[in-house]
């Protein structure tokens, strides 16, 4: 299954939250989610009370759509969570947590997951030094992330330097914003993971 290219919001709506797709769109009155957060469709909600299995899948595909997994990544990823020490649906988290693309929207590099996507696949992004052009590459604890030297001469990259991220950076990240680099101190614990969902939900899901 390919990238979704329809419109973003729709996503948000179906989720019935915000998962903040559109960058700083998401925080203002603009949002269509803070107007509207039916499901999208003429039909309107449904009045039927959700199966088990539907809340599951809910819940996955919320956790998939909010940091931009492919099926097929998502699943691999559980698979991982599910072999590694430790609580499953935290290790899975943190496997999410630790993707290049949402390491570059956390320092405040892009605005949106998708965006920093972008940057990272176009080349503007480097890890450890050395540019990366993959937004799934994971980075572990130590690694350091920030802007490619052939790409801070770029006018969107010079109007961040000296700025630190507009919605705060996580603890278990380190940010210096003179020379637009950010650092993994170590995986974020779950309490330091915003994702608006309930892990063991998708556990069950796969577990089934």
């Known amino acids: 299954m390919g990238r979704y290219h329809e419109a973003v919001c729709r996503l948000c709506r179906r989720e019935g939250m915000k998962l903040y797709l559109k960058g700083e769109k998401c925080y203002t009155d603009k949002c269509p989610v803070a107007k509207d957060s039916s499901p ?14 539907a809340v599951r899948l809910r819940e996955k595909q919320r956790l998939r759509r909010h940091y931009g997994a492919y099926e097929a990544q998502f699943k691999r990823y559980f698979q991982m969570a599910a072999r590694a020490k430790g609580v499953t649906g935290t290790r899975l988290l943190q496997l999410l947590e630790l993707r290049l693309d949402n390491l570059v929207y956390r320092l405040g590099l892009g605005s949106s997951r998708k ?3 972008q940057l990272v696949a176009h080349g ?17 604890a130590g690694g350091t992330v920030g802007v490619a030297e052939g790409s801070k001469a770029l006018p969107r990259f010079k109007a961040l ?3 630190a991220p507009g ?3 996580p603890g278990w990240l380190e940010y210096t914003p003179e020379t ?13 993971i915003d994702a608006p969902v309930h892990e063991q939900l998708i556990v069950e899901y796969y577990s089934r």
């Open 180 to 192: 637009l680099t950010g650092r993994v101190l170590t995986p974020p614990a779950r309490e330091d």
């Open 115 to 117: 965006e920093a996507r």
């Open 40 to 53: 999208p469709g003429m039909h309107g909600p449904s009045r039927r009370k959700p199966s088990d299995f």
């Open 161 to 163: 330097v000296g700025n």
């Open 167 to 169: 919605r705060g950076l």
């Open 124 to 140: 503007h992004i480097a890890v450890d030094g050395r540019r990366v052009t993959v937004p799934s590459f994971s980075v572990r």
